[in-house]
DNA sequence: AAAACGGGGGC
DNA sequence: GCCCCAGTTTT
């Protein structure tokens, strides 16, 4: 599989940086969980006005449920994550000194944190290396036959042993932007894919659809 | 393992 | 009008 750097470094060139460059860990944090089942525009939106009006854990701490829901409405599950975000907020300023711990075991005790939330927030926040398995992180590995799997789990580790280790905090990043704007769920614009001469899905489907 | 949370947008 | 979307938590 010395296929996998090129064809990351072919879409490095070809696809559109991610939209959300802020490299403040807590902001990283508050928006991944704000993303959650929800359109990303919708999360850049909700969350730029979320911190315009509350900034630090300190804030959001002491900003009221309601009020931080109304302010989150349009993403969804607004009650649900207007909770969440107080309490880490609260539980980030109280019991880390306001900083975002940058490690995964303590990332996951907060509440609305889990895996892939965790490792996004490693990886963009921290610049760690950690692999964020999301839909389109596992969708898209397994059309290029990097891996079968069927758990995000799974195709996480499967991941870690065929990517590069440089490219591990940025690979989530990437195939994001690239399931958004190619191979996305259904319909997927095979034409115009850059890398469709490396993937399984191309050619097993190469005769049969185009659309 | 399945249900529940949820508004917005694509078709 | 139906179905899916940067998942996580509860049942």
Redesign the pocket.
């Known amino acids: 599989m010395q296929n996998v750097e090129k064809i990351i470094e072919i879409l490095k060139k070809t696809v559109p940086e991610?939209p959300?460059r802020s490299h403040n860990p807590f902001h990283i944090l508050i928006?991944?969980i704000i993303?959650?089942?929800?359109?990303?525009e919708?999360?850049y939106t909700v969350a730029n006005k979320l911190f315009a009006k509350f900034p630090r854990p300190k804030d959001l701490k002491n900003a009221s449920e309601e009020e931080i829901a109304k302010l989150i409405?349009?993403?969804?599950?607004?009650?649900?994550?207007a909770k969440k975000i107080k309490e880490v907020a609260r539980i980030i300023d109280e019991e880390y000194e306001g900083k975002v711990p940058g490690d995964i075991d303590e990332l996951l005790k907060l509440?609305?944190?889990?895996?892939?939330?965790?490792n996004?927030v490693l990886a963009r926040g921290f610049g760690k290396k950690a692999i964020a398995v999301?839909?389109?992180v596992h969708r898209i590995s397994n059309r290029l036959g990097w891996v079968h799997t069927r758990t995000p789990e799974e195709t996480e580790r499967e991941l870690m042993k065929i990517i590069p280790k440089k490219y591990w905090g940025e690979i989530?990043?990437l195939l994001?932007m690239f399931?958004?704007t190619i191979c996305r769920?259904v319909k997927p614009k095979c034409e115009i894919c850059p890398i469709k001469e490396y993937c399984e899905y191309y050619r097993s489907h190469a005769n049969s659809q185009s659309s």
């Not at 993303?35 to 990303?40: F, G, I, L, M, Y």
């Not at 409405?73 to 994550?81: N, V």
């Open positions: 991610h959300y928006a991944t993303s959650q089942r929800t359109k990303d919708v999360t409405y349009p993403a969804g599950f607004y009650r649900q994550k509440p609305g944190v889990g895996r892939k939330t965790a996004i999301d839909v389109h989530n990043s994001v399931g958004r769920p």
